[in-house]
């Protein structure tokens, strides 16, 4: 009989072998980090109501993202300071990644070239932030393109770097500063936060997507009128996304928000969440609720910092097997099954109080 | 005045003389326990409204189970492992609740044979689960049918056996392996989980009347949709079951389900319930629920460990006279007029958090 | 500036002088005590929407009941055993009811003669339990009338005596048996419960009613079904009261069910409460829920026992002064001004988790 | 990285440094403290829905209040008191105010001369008690308007003086009587609440605004149809406060009630806030919730006994940067962007338990 496995405090053994300002760091969120504390729970709250009687001999969990089929709805969001976690960083979670045949997100702060990420054969699509100079993108857009990207995931939570009330350092101050921009070529250091663009617009979508010739994913989306506008301009696909907290405290749990994007937007775009998700029955529990990709942040860097690829390799590996078996479970054979009758009415109240 | 009985402490009390590996595999529930943990919680979260000026002199708390009168809706649910919680087992449960004239569901993997079980003169069910040979039950069934069985039980809410974090052993490692085939014959060894079908369909209810020419009940149903299904295949009742928080976790409270089911499908088939019922005002509730039959599970192993027969004959004579107080306390002379109208409206939030 | 005065834990001081089963009696709560604990968070859990900008320069809390004009709408529930609080009794309750010009409902089992009662002035009404012999009441009905009661309160709640875990004392271990007969003339002892009628019915107050030539109250009633059964059978009043919590325990708090008692019958009979009143505010927040008495029975046991007939009008003036007090701040200057517009919506959930 | 800044701990340092009598004065409520005690957390509870893709380049929180325009929604509510909590009181707070460009609300308790405040160039507004004889404050009110006060704010909730049980004094033992009387001329001393009119009507906005000329502003509102009365009496403003919770306690959370308010009469007339109000969020929250001006109490007070002028100068700052940060994160340029559809439906209820 199995335990909790790999799962098992994984942040508690990641804590003890991290440098305590990449701990910090890694885990703190907003102001009070009331948002980043709750949003495991609000996954939790939920109880859900299985399917019986069903025939789920064979459970299929595989999932197309833009198109390209995956074995499951899991992927790696985009994170920073992976070398932070462990020195093979953002090349041991992308073997990991490709071996699992999950996609992953690369951060445009990576500390690894795309050259070496792509050379490990994952399915990897680009993070950005875009600049006041939406050109100065460009060049990173069209290196990273060319070393295979196959989609550009725009965050668009970040007009200015959200304040944080940890002592901790912020990212410059704990990341040798190379790493963030070994794929910008000579682009100059943005310094902190002094790059992001504040006034983005669904024209910048529409941009993207014809300046790459790629799908253009949108990140930190929380309401469904957003998300409508964003789908209007042109994007493939939104994702539920609150930064892990990082950017607006009190900002509602993305575990509150998924459901109505979906309705909104799911006949027309793919919906993708990140936030909170701490095991396989929160997978599900995701799925349920409208979304089609189901992204790591912290988990990923937890890992990795325990147990570098291999950890990586195995967070995906039991949240995967905890998936099929909570999908027999509810009595879903497919993907598609895992709707949103499987969730108990009001069972959603958890971090609304 | 009286005490809490012989029900006060009762698992503690049970925890005291168990050995550790069996009390573990009593408790457990699947993964993080919070199904099997909140399922008490979500009765006691109900608040009643009794009625008065009603003639409550003689109340009388019989009721039909498949057409088979017993002298309330108290019953005995199919658990394995009887004869680890004490040396009578099954023969020690049968004899008492034979006494007390409630039913008893038989596990399939009981540790006394068909016949020690029915020379108790015990009412009983034979609780099933069917492998992906159906056929290969049919000596099983017939041999309880032989013996007496009155109704088939198939439990549909274990097409694999949900994982427990908990480091307690499986039940293959705590039983004698004896035990759990007494009435398998010469039939192989199952193994681990190995002989669960992962197809089973409504037709299987179908199919299991027509082979027993018994009742079906079906056992793990917790929607009203699917209680729907499985009547409209031929089940004589539903058993809302969440298998004791030991199959998924985070499925909702039984508590929480059974009036859905109860008014889909109340007035064509018996419902019935089990999962954390510890007193005679969960029975009650329970009632005013919509349910006609209330099973134990867990109580009734922690009884046996207590004080073997006489432990349950006591469990089920104590909460039976609470059933009755209670009862005359709502205004209540029979279990037909235990309604929901008893029920405070917006009560029954507890779980839901 | 005043502190809390004389209720500030009240009960605690009263625990420190009373006897420890006396205490315990006065106490406990059937079962596990939930509904008693509960009820007066019920009331603590609303929240106020003052009306402003009314002329309050006179606030009159005074109030008829039963066409009797009383200063307020502060009366004293029936309790017993009130000679064990303090060697004064029921006579000292009764004195400092007469002084504050109180209502003092007279348990059937007080320790004081009707006639020692009514020397104090008091205006007061007879608490009573009918038995299987309705007849066997007549003699202490006349006695009670011709000693000057204005009202009797039949209650209703009392087919069977709870039962309680608490492992204190019956009523019968801790009275002295003469206090709880003193007012039965030649009857005799009825022994733990055993006088209760279990047949009553809503006959029962019309014949009460024809007997006494007095106005039946009918006390423990929570539903508004069941209130207007009473009301059509002739009640002049009914009180909703759950007995303390001392019958059946996880019933609906008071506080909880009054509003719909009073929207159901309050055109047409008066509408008491009782049940965890511990404050002005309380008193008035039972108001604006469609009270038009409000009952104390713990409290005036714990006033006796810590200074007898002046902690009795201790505690009512300092209830009556909070009244007042909040009923200004309220913007209300007559009792028919404390409507249910001053509670806030949705503020009522406290009990019900 | 900045941490909390001066807003960290901030009672806390100020009860380092505070008198004790003056500390108690500050943090007391009426009665049980509930409502002054569950304020901030209102505003906590709720959760954000962020707008994204909105062009924020340039934030302007400025507004105008009673067609004064200011550089953000902020003001100083009155309180009394302030020398007690730094030597250099109202005229330290009014200097950084005026610096800040923030309204202030001047007690007609404050320990400064109207000049003394209109010196240092202070936006100012006068709060004012009426008593029985309204003619009393005609004086006051002169003097008031000759030193440059823009408005009148009426304080409705105190008909009298709410009962604190807190052991500490009144503020007419904490401060030096000159204080209070610093403005009234040669008015007599009003002693213990007694000089406040309790047959306050709508009629008296209407005469205050005749009689001073000035815009009235309406202080102490919590329901939607008593704004209506006063809007519809002339106030020009209404502000939804309960007075820190120092008049009557379990009275509703001002967050709880403002939406309801401003959804009546924020198309007629200017809706202001008080009540715990601790962090930008809650003051973006108080926006959305229909606000137009947010006031802070007892913040000031604190800071006032930090670093007096500079303290309050630093609160200021920091609550505009942090508001600043929160509307862009928000996705609000400018103030009137700030509405309701930016809070989470169903996030409030954590007051109301």
Do not use: F, Q
């Given at each position: 009989m199995p335990g909790r496995g790999f799962l098992a405090d994984l942040e508690e053994r990641a804590a003890a072998v991290l440098d305590e300002p990449v701990l910090r760091y890694f885990r703190q969120g907003a102001r009070d980090s009331v948002s980043t504390d709750e949003a495991p729970a609000a996954w939790a709250a939920r109880r859900l109501l299985p399917r019986v009687l069903?025939?789920?001999s064979v459970v299929d969990p595989s999932v197309t993202l833009l198109g390209h089929r995956v074995p499951g709805p899991l992927g790696i969001a985009p994170t920073t300071l992976q070398r932070a976690a462990h020195p093979d960083g953002e090349v041991a979670t992308a073997r990991a990644a490709a071996a699992a045949g999950a996609p992953m997100v690369l951060s445009s702060?990576?500390?690894?070239?795309f050259a070496e990420v792509a050379e490990t054969g994952v399915h990897w699509w680009l993070q950005i932030y875009l600049g006041p100079?939406?050109?100065?993108?460009v060049p990173l857009l069209r290196r990273a393109r060319e070393a295979g990207a196959r989609a550009v995931v725009l965050t668009v939570d970040t007009p200015v770097v959200g304040t944080k009330y940890d002592p901790g350092p912020a990212v410059w101050e704990v990341a040798d500063p190379g790493w963030l921009r070994v794929?910008?070529?000579?682009?100059?250091?943005?310094?902190?936060?002094?790059?992001?663009?504040?006034?983005?617009?669904?024209h910048d979508i529409d941009w993207l997507r014809k300046e790459t010739g790629l799908p253009v994913v949108v990140k930190g989306v929380l309401r469904a009128d957003e998300a409508r506008r964003c789908v209007d301009a042109g994007a493939a696909a939104v994702w539920v996304s609150n930064h892990g907290g990082r950017q607006?405290?009190?900002?509602?749990?993305t575990a509150d928000c998924l459901a109505a994007v979906a309705d909104e937007v799911g006949d027309h775009a793919e919906v993708y969440v990140d936030g909170g998700i701490r095991s396989g029955l929160d997978v599900a529990t995701a799925l349920a609720c409208g979304a089609r990709g189901v992204f790591l942040g912290r988990p990923v860097l937890y890992a990795l910092a325990v147990a570098g690829e291999a950890g990586v390799a195995e967070l995906l590996r039991d949240l995967s097997e905890e998936l099929v078996e909570t999908m027999r479970l509810l009595g879903?054979?497919?993907?598609?099954?895992?709707?949103?009758?499987l969730l108990a009415p009001g069972s959603h109240r958890s971090t609304v109080r």
């Open positions: 069903r025939d789920v702060n990576a500390g690894a070239t100079d939406r050109t100065a993108a794929n910008h070529g000579g682009d100059p250091e943005p310094g902190p936060g002094g790059d992001k663009a504040t006034d983005l617009g669904p607006l405290d009190r900002v509602a749990a879903c054979s497919r993907i598609e099954s895992v709707r949103a009758d």
